[in-house]
């Protein structure tokens, strides 16, 4: 007890409650497992992400592409990813059933029940679609990646293709680290305001660099047609909108 104790007592100890209350400690552990839960949120998120990226770039290495993004735009979107909605489901709200749940095991991994299958199933998917918009960017204006000489332009087009669906799947995606069993709309959209900002002002930049001539210049990208931006929002939400029904098919189950 750290007021009524006596200082050998708490010299000897592994736990001082400073206020000799005993509902402190759960107080104390229910806080604990929520910081916990929201670090390996953000931890698992940004592996997801990255994982995501590397496979995009790994195909195209593998099938002889040219690389689907500059080092600039892979410096731009680790930036916004690996920085706002990071940090957002750092401080994302208490779990109200957290202290429902089993104790952890000290050693157990951030990887433990089913987080890895999360990691790899998502980062392919990211990856994927990733580099599906990259190619439709050719095949939209008759080339290939394949082909041993496209014009500038056309490059630029298909790696703002791919730029963007990277960017905007990631940022969506971040929504479903909230929770591991409960949907989104359970939990509710809004009731992290950090994480929607976090989105919002990501998009706003994204919607900056393709934009702004000098920065558009800069980072040799393309200003979308609306058609093309129907197709980022469309492959962006989709590991999400996936992700939401698994939750679902899981939840029908148990």
């Excluded at 157990?108 to 960017?137: E, K, P, R, W």
């Excluded at 909230?178 to 709309?185: G, Q, V």
Aim: proline residues 4%; contains cysteine.
């Amino acid at each position: 007890m750290g007021i009524t104790g006596t200082n050998v007592a708490k010299a000897s100890s592994d736990m001082i409650l400073a206020d000799d209350n005993f509902s402190t400690l759960v107080s104390a552990i229910e806080q604990g497992r929520n910081i916990y839960n929201n670090i390996k949120k953000s931890v698992i998120f940004l592996i997801t992400c990255n994982l995501g990226e590397v496979i995009s770039i790994l195909i195209a290495i593998i099938l002889g592409w040219n690389a689907p993004f500059l080092a600039t735009q892979l410096l731009w979107i680790n930036l916004i990813t690996d920085s706002l909605p990071a940090i957002a489901l750092g401080m994302d709200p208490g779990n109200a059933d957290v202290m429902k749940e089993k104790p952890r095991p000290a050693k157990q991994s951030f990887f433990a029940n089913g987080a890895s299958i999360h990691v790899i199933l998502g980062g392919l998917l990211i990856g994927f679609l990733t580099i599906g918009a990259y190619y439709f960017g050719f095949y939209e204006h008759g080339f290939s990646p394949f082909d041993k000489e496209v014009p500038q332009d056309i490059l630029d087009y298909a790696r703002t293709m791919g730029f963007m669906v990277l960017l905007v799947c990631q940022l969506f995606y971040s929504l479903a680290f909230r929770n591991e069993r409960k949907s989104i709309l359970s939990i509710g959209v809004f009731s992290n305001k950090y994480l929607v900002g976090a989105i919002v002002a990501g998009l706003l930049l994204q919607l900056a660099v393709v934009g702004l001539p000098t920065i558009q210049t800069a980072f040799h990208l393309q200003m979308p047609d609306i058609r093309a931006w129907a197709i980022f929002f469309g492959l962006g939400i989709t590991p999400l909108v996936i992700n939401e029904f698994i939750k679902f098919f899981c939840k029908i189950k148990t």
